[in-house]
């Protein structure tokens, strides 16, 4: 009877990670909308409020949460400070990429990017920590290698937008391992570290006028506002969420948030996505498919350690 219970113990608190990190997959792959909305606000003006307005959500759910004993440990260590300050300028990064790419209409090339992003978070732990690749890896790299490579044949330049956001992403998460806190922890002293500068960004555009917060319409103010629960309610989501999941089940569910994203450039944002582009993204979506299946049948089983988005 009590192995019945712990299985049936374990089996809710599989379905509830399986929930909460699916609600953050769906609001990540619908955030092209709210960021087009937003596409005619000055970018860094759209950073800044995304960070401000991150910063109560994030507070309250530790405090919610009950966890702020490591946190206050965090902010009392200039080694803790010094590495949040570092992934909190390589998350600033990736979100600037993104809204940007999304206002100027490339949004399949961020889709590309988090495609991506799997395959160079193994090369980067097989070049940082010599980790071993086993012959599928190896091969997904490839073919993501040899997308790119068709990609910049037919442009004629490398496909900035995606190698950026995701060799941005794969930076954060492999020195956010470095902080000894959990991931909304470490998020809300991320977006703290941030608000100093956002703060007075925003003050600054205020007084001189240059503002869309007070001094435009209540839709913008809306929208700015919103920036923060946008940002912070599905990477909450996601951090409750993993650390109830296996690894390989947040690997496959990892891919939900940038096809949606792929399907609403093409659909309904009008994005083209010619011959070239449909080889590159049969590449990528083999590579995965390799990357996933070697996943399944090898050895990580263990529940996820929740990573920051």
């Given at each position: 009877m009590a192995i019945e219970t712990a299985h049936l113990d374990e089996d809710a608190k599989a379905r509830r990670g399986f929930l909460l990190a699916l609600g953050a997959?769906?609001?990540?792959?619908m955030l092209p909308f709210y960021m087009k909305a937003v596409a005619h606000l000055p970018l860094i003006e759209v950073i800044a409020h995304r960070i401000v307005w991150s910063v109560p959500i994030a507070a309250a759910v530790l405090v919610w949460a009950g966890r702020t004993a490591d946190f206050k440990a965090a902010i009392r260590s200039p080694r803790s400070i010094a590495m949040?300050?570092?992934?909190?300028?390589?998350?600033?990064v990736n979100w600037g990429i993104y809204v940007w790419a999304i206002a100027v209409d490339r949004t399949v090339e961020?889709?590309?990017?988090?495609y991506i992003n799997p395959l160079v978070v193994v090369v980067v732990g097989a070049v940082l920590l010599g980790e071993?690749?086993?012959?599928?890896?190896i091969a997904a790299v490839v073919l993501a290698a040899v997308a790119v490579t068709v990609l910049t044949i037919e442009g004629g330049k490398l496909p900035?937008?995606?190698l950026a956001l995701a060799f941005s992403f794969a930076a954060y998460g492999f020195f956010r391992k470095t902080l000894p806190i959990g991931p909304s922890q470490g998020f809300l002293l991320e977006v703290l570290l941030l608000s100093v500068p956002a703060l007075c960004y925003i003050a600054y555009l205020i007084v001189t006028g240059q503002d869309h917060f007070v001094s435009s319409t209540a839709t913008d103010t809306a929208l700015l506002i919103g920036c923060g629960p946008v940002t912070a309610v599905p990477l909450l989501l996601f951090a409750f969420g993993a650390r109830?999941?296996?690894l390989s089940t947040i690997g496959i569910m990892q891919y939900i948030a940038p096809t949606m994203v792929f399907l609403i450039a093409v659909l309904v944002f009008g994005e083209p996505f010619g011959g070239t582009q449909a080889v590159a993204f049969a590449l990528i979506w083999t590579a995965l498919a390799m990357y996933s299946w070697s996943m399944f049948r090898g050895r990580e089983i263990r529940p996820a350690t929740p990573a920051a988005r």
């Open positions: 997959y769906l609001l990540w792959g949040a300050a570092l992934t909190a300028t390589l998350i600033s961020t889709a590309l990017g988090y071993r690749l086993d012959r599928l890896q900035w937008v995606s109830l999941l296996r």
